[in-house]
């Protein structure tokens, strides 16, 4: 099991461009979530999924966006990169009886 | 929604000695609270966690206490080793209506284990 594997691990954005962060998991777990992570910050929730073909915004969606068409894939998009979207980004994945979610390695995102 | 608020920030502790990170939660409903620890440039990792129907669990050198009506959780790390130099976080799961359940975190904890 690789668990929640993330894509790219490390990425520089010019302003205005686009990109799309890859978060695939083996678990078949239900829920997944995408947080983002700032300097000496604690963990924001962007966007969360409760299964395939549902989504939902979290505390801080804006400039983001998802989908979740499969359970294992929750890819999450930037359509114009900006500079206060330079964070870590962390995927996690949980099953819905065992509540333990799991993280994906992160990816480390500099918008300049 | 959920509010966590975790304290304190920062902790040094001489090794051997124990380590207590508190947070409290505002959702009266939340009903499950995992503690992470976080490696400098690694994930988060669940170290433990406590469910609203439990009052304290332990697990070797970490037990976690929840007050309910007090709205407030602890983590408490006994005989602190270097290994556990890490930044730590609290969080809080609750049910959204409609379905779902959400996980807030707090803000973390840097602990720094002295030689």
């Known amino acids: 099991n690789a668990g929640v594997t993330q894509t790219p691990k490390f990425r520089i954005l010019k302003i205005g461009q686009s990109m799309t962060l890859q978060c695939t998991q083996d678990?078949?777990?239900?829920?997944m979530y995408w947080y983002r992570q700032d300097p000496g910050m604690g963990l924001k929730l962007i966007y969360y999924s409760v299964g395939a073909g549902i989504t939902d915004k979290g505390e801080v969606p804006n400039g983001y966006n998802v989908s979740r068409s499969t359970t294992e894939d929750f890819p999450l998009r930037l359509e114009l990169a900006a500079p206060s979207q330079t964070s870590v980004y962390f995927c996690?994945?949980?099953?819905?009886?065992?509540?333990?979610?799991?993280f994906g390695q992160g990816t480390r995102l500099t918008v300049v | 929604g959920e509010n966590v608020e975790q304290h304190p920030s920062t902790l040094s502790v001489q090794e051997g000695d124990s380590a207590v990170i508190k947070c409290t939660y505002s959702d009266s409903a939340s009903n499950y609270f995992p503690w992470y620890k976080q490696e400098l440039g690694k994930r988060p990792q669940l170290i433990i966690d406590?469910?609203?129907?439990?009052g304290e669990k332990k697990d070797q050198r970490i037990a976690v206490t929840l007050n309910k009506t007090a709205k407030h959780f602890s983590l408490h790390i006994t005989e602190t080793q270097p290994e556990d130099s890490a930044v730590y976080f609290c969080a809080a799961k609750y049910e959204v209506t409609g379905g779902g359940n959400k996980l807030t975190f707090g803000t973390g904890t840097q602990l720094k284990v002295e030689l």
């Open positions: 678990m078949n777990h239900n829920y």
């Open positions: 406590i469910r609203s129907n439990v």
């Open positions: 996690a994945a949980a099953d819905t009886m065992n509540t333990e979610a799991f």
